[in-house]
């Protein structure tokens, strides 16, 4: 700063090209000179430099923290180190930091501004947890506008996108493990020490809960043994008795002599077969929502390679409780936040012939945003080449029929005019042809009615009243935009090409 305000005498320049002479300008005797800072930042830094009272600090931790990144900026560009170092030391008392993250949580505009900051000033132990707070904003129906995103870096609008991605896989990697969260289909119980047992000169583990003394067959499923009663499978599944019949299948063990099959099938799944046909308590049903969505596919699946009917069909019906269906499209569609989810539904529907789930998890797919995602971790890699295109084309047509539907819309800002039923004219948004929202909302509420139509018509169609939007406007506008819901959700099948997929697998189910 010192620099700035002293004009040492004019010499003849050195170089070769020099730099173009500033014109003094003065008033009342005094030099003026012009500076490219917020007033407000300016301000509080000349309070700190020449306090005008020594009662009140200029500046301490109750300071507003917005006012104190202003100060460490400007502090910082005129190089005055003392003021730099103590409104640091303020900020880390009141921002969460990666040493102190329990510190009051940032809102979404808050955590935008603290990363251009801290990016600008180069104070990067602020960065992670700013981060962390951008990242996990619920965008919903009234949250800030894009602008504030836009401020950002490019690189860093990519790193909140991928974060948000990688930080949800992480922590699924650890949750899924844990006991406490039933997505896992049971509760475990502190396990005995597995007993051994050698069959076929290989060691296998008992199971700990179907090994029955007076049992007659022994099946074999990865590392453990079960051993059950072959009139109570023969029983329940064909296709399992008929196993038992042929002899080259059944071969005797060293376990009494009791027949052993070998069987190619995941633990979990037969176990929980197992579990509903041989029911060790009646104190709840076995199967039910608790078990979650992938332990209900699992059971699908190999109730239905064995035909154990009755089973499968019960399983069906809790996991139409569970995961969004072509009757039940709004039914817990945060189970397809993560798009590996929403592949693995859409091969289990094919498999099993279950239409019902196609729709929704394609709808999932095709409205995911995928930012910055190599294409060897792209689950859509795991889809059939036909499925993968049906996820792009559909895209396309969802998103042009949804703006056919909504351009013309009064509330979408192109200057239409509600006159049919507004009653106020120009004091209400509709009469007034003004929109719905704040000007600065209007494109990431457009931009989310084309990448997320069915969420986006949904929080319209649920809009609470509006103090400047008359009663008609509010019911018409309401009405309108779940009408263009339903109209898009009876078209799911057409956008992603699966009325004849969904007939044929009718036809074989």
């Known amino acids: 700063m010192a620099s700035i305000l002293t004009r040492p005498e004019s010499k003849p320049p050195l170089e070769a090209n020099p730099a173009p002479k500033i014109p003094r300008v003065v008033f009342e005797g005094a030099p003026v000179v012009s500076l490219d800072d917020q007033a407000n930042d300016f301000a509080i830094l000349l309070d700190t430099l020449l306090p005008q009272t020594s009662v009140e600090v200029p500046i301490s931790s109750q300071t507003p923290w917005m006012r104190l990144l202003g100060l460490a900026k400007i502090a910082q560009k005129y190089q005055i ?15 969460p930091t990666v040493k102190r993250p329990a510190i009051s949580p940032l809102g979404p505009t808050e955590a935008i501004y603290v990363i251009d900051w801290a990016n600008h000033c180069g104070f990067t132990q602020f960065l992670p947890i700013a981060f962390y707070y951008a990242a996990t904003i619920q965008w919903e129906f009234n949250n800030m506008s894009s602008k504030s995103f836009q401020i950002l870096r490019p690189q860093d609008q ?32 502190e396990q005995p020490a597995r007993e051994s047992i050698t069959i076929w000169e290989a060691t296998y583990y008992k199971h700990p809960t179907h090994w029955y003394p007076d049992g007659n067959i022994i099946f074999l499923v990865e590392d453990t043994a079960i051993q059950l009663i072959k009139s109570v499978i023969d029983r329940r599944s064909s296709v399992l008795g008929e196993k038992l019949v042929h002899t080259d299948a059944v071969k005797p063990s060293a376990s009494g002599g009791v027949g052993t099959i070998r069987l190619e099938d995941n633990l979990r799944d037969f176990s929980f077969l197992v579990d509903v ?12 929502t608790e078990n979650g969505w992938r332990s209900l596919i699992g059971l699908i699946q190999i109730a239905q390679k064995y035909k154990v009917d009755d089973v499968a069909k019960r399983a069906v019906e809790v996991l139409e409780e569970v995961l969004p269906t072509v009757q039940r499209p709004d039914q817990n569609t945060n189970e397809y936040d993560d798009p590996e989810s929403a592949v693995d539904v859409v091969n289990f529907a094919r498999h099993s012939h279950l239409p019902q789930f196609l729709r929704p998890a394609f709808y999932a797919l095709a409205t995911q945003e995928w930012v910055d995602r190599p294409l060897e971790s792209n689950p859509l890699t795991r889809l059939p080449s036909k499925d993968m295109m049906r996820v792009q084309q559909g895209r396309t047509k969802l998103q042009s029929e949804a703006i056919t539907m909504a351009f013309e819309r009064w509330e979408n800002c192109n200057g239409w005019r509600n006159l ?72 799911l099948s057409a956008f992603f090409s699966l009325e004849e997929d969904e007939a044929s697998i009718r036809g074989s189910s």
């Open 420 to 491: 049919v039923v507004c009653d106020k004219n120009k004091s209400c948004y509709g009469g007034w042809g003004n929109g719905f929202w704040p000007k600065e909302d209007n494109v990431a509420r457009w931009k989310n009615l084309q990448w997320h139509p069915l969420d986006e018509l949904k929080k319209r169609a649920e809009m609470p009243k509006h103090r400047y939007v008359c009663t008609p406007c509010r019911d018409e506008f309401v009405a309108a935009n779940k009408q263009m819901r339903v109209d898009l959700i009876n078209k």
């Open 81 to 95: 180190n003392d003021v730099v170092t103590q409104t640091i030391d303020y900020l880390e008392k009141v921002l």
């Open 277 to 288: 046909i041989m029911p060790q308590s009646c104190a709840k049903p076995r199967i039910s």
């Open 158 to 189: 990519v790193r909140i996108q991928h974060g948000r991605a990688q930080l949800q896989v992480e922590v699924m990697k650890v949750a899924l493990t844990r006991w406490e969260n039933s997505c896992l289909g049971f509760m475990p119980e």
